[in-house]
């Protein structure tokens, strides 16, 4: 059977970053696929490829089977609905926002309003048409983005980090009604993640994106076989092993490697593996005064210019990568060797 999509030697740059390089990839009608890697590594720019808001630097774009150039490159945009990381809402109610795209596409006004119930039924969100979107919980919201590109009825879903900075409850809520989406309307889905821990359950098959590479493309069995720690130093980044011991009053301190120790929120001894997210580590030029538990001090080895944030390699006894704006690196006056300070919450320490 013919792929969806399919994406042959695809490399992509702005100026001098490679965001992909020499892609080769399929997706399959009414499959869902899950593309895992850490943040940068190309995720997004492949999604936004395969919705034809970017064309590639080189390489070949199909959708169904014909090239994608110009001249049908707004075909294929009807075709296809992104869902982004950064949940945009009008501030007008959920009926509304749901029904927008609809409106857009001058769609006779009773088709809209059986879609736009239908596609809140989808999400779990009936009862909700009047209420102000921007009143909504981040995992409403969320749900109210996917109800509003189910809506479309595209034949290609596109997710860009759906389940960020979501709750667990609200994450599975997210999961359930992408797989409700592909099961009842047929789409395929493609679902952008920086996490490979909960995509057993959702995804078909796994892509393994790394520095813009395709790595391994399979079956989620397939990659999930791969050990935990192999795993994790691939598709994150802040990870480290250590030793744990329990505090009193809760939680636990591990020791990850010259004389480094940080606080977790789990109670847990003996060996662990733990990860930090790059985006949840603040950076400043000296020490804040809060009540996250863990505070390095460090100096910049690295700085990786990646449009409106910035990452940076901190050597703070343990090399941590972390994720800043652009206006936050400029206000600071980052170079490499400025001496910065990295705090984060015990909770943003992850046991893997």
Do not use: C, W
């Not at 006004?109 to 102000?132: F, S, T």
């Not at 759906?162 to 047929?186: C, F, Y």
């Not at 959702?202 to 790595?215: E, F, S």
């Not at 109670?267 to 985006?279: A, E, F, H, Q």
């Amino acid at each position: 059977m013919e792929p969806l999509v399919s994406f042959r030697s695809v490399t992509k740059s702005y100026g001098r970053i490679t965001a992909l390089k020499n892609v080769n990839l399929n997706v399959n009608g009414r499959e869902i696929l899950a593309v895992v890697g850490p943040n940068g590594s190309g995720k997004t720019t492949l999604l936004r490829i395969m919705a034809a808001i970017e064309a590639p630097t080189s390489g070949e774009f199909y959708f169904k089977g014909v090239k994608v150039g110009e001249k049908n490159a707004r075909e294929v945009r009807l075709k296809t609905t992104m869902v982004f990381q950064r949940t945009i809402l009008l501030r007008t109610s959920v009926y509304k926002n749901v029904a927008y795209g609809l409106k857009l596409r001058k769609i006779p006004k009773k088709e809209i309003d059986k879609e736009v119930r239908g596609a809140l039924k989808l999400v779990g969100l009936e009862g909700y048409e009047k209420r102000p979107a921007k009143s909504l919980s981040g995992g409403e919201q969320q749900r109210v983005s996917l109800a509003r590109a189910t809506a479309l009825g595209t034949e290609l879903l596109l997710l860009d980090e759906p389940m960020a900075n979501l709750d667990p409850k609200s994450t599975s809520i997210i999961e359930e009604a992408v797989s409700q989406v592909n099961r009842e309307r047929g789409s395929a889905v493609v679902v952008a993640t920086h996490s490979m821990f909960r995509i057993k359950a959702l995804a078909h098959r796994v892509a393994l994106l790394i520095k813009g590479k395709m790595m391994k493309v399979g079956e989620a069995d397939e990659i999930l076989k791969i050990p935990s720690k192999d795993l994790a130093s691939l598709t994150l980044e802040n990870v480290f092993s250590g030793e744990a011991e329990m505090l009193e009053g809760g939680g636990s301190l591990v020791n990850i490697g010259n004389d480094v120790k940080i606080e977790t929120a789990f109670n847990g001894s003996g060996k662990v593996l733990v990860y930090i997210r790059p985006d949840e580590i603040i950076v400043s030029n000296k020490p804040l005064i809060s009540s996250a538990r863990n505070v390095l001090s460090g100096k910049v080895t690295e700085i990786l210019d990646l449009g409106s944030t910035v990452k940076l390699k901190v050597e703070a006894g343990r090399k941590f990568t972390v994720q800043i704006t652009r206006r936050s690196f400029i206000e600071m006056g980052l170079n490499i060797g400025s001496k910065v300070y990295l705090t984060f919450k015990a909770s943003s320490v992850r046991l893997i």
